[in-house]
């Protein structure tokens, strides 16, 4: 697809095209890791918003994780490409497509 994503500046855009590919178009949902365990949904959810619309969201704070569910495969891709080592409250976040269940 040749339609421009609204990329943040740091954005790669080969590195969101390898991202694109490396899960079948159907999923979704981008996983998030290494979150500190006194973050709150209140300070995730507004960083994930800058990628696209949320469908679902599921935080597990005793395990430092969570899964963004996204309208479409692209803006998953976006934010796990985004957030990689993102420096988030005194941890870099970890990233990656998140297993459909």
């Known amino acids: 697809g ?8 740091q954005v ?9 590919r490396s899960a079948p178009p159907r999923v979704t949902t981008a996983y998030i890791g290494n979150i500190p365990h006194f973050a709150t949904e209140a300070d995730l959810i507004p960083l994930f918003q800058n990628f696209g619309f ?5 935080h597990y704070p005793e395990k430092g994780c969570c899964f963004i569910k996204y309208d479409t495969h692209e803006q998953a891709a976006v ?7 993102f420096p988030f409250q005194g941890r870099n976040l970890r990233t990656g497509w998140g297993k459909e269940r």
């Open 2 to 9: 040749s339609q421009t994503i609204g990329l943040p500046p």
């Open 12 to 20: 790669n855009p080969q590195a969101v095209d390898h991202i694109i």
């Open 54 to 58: 949320i469908l679902d969201f599921k």
């Open 79 to 85: 934010c796990i490409v985004a957030l990689a080592n």
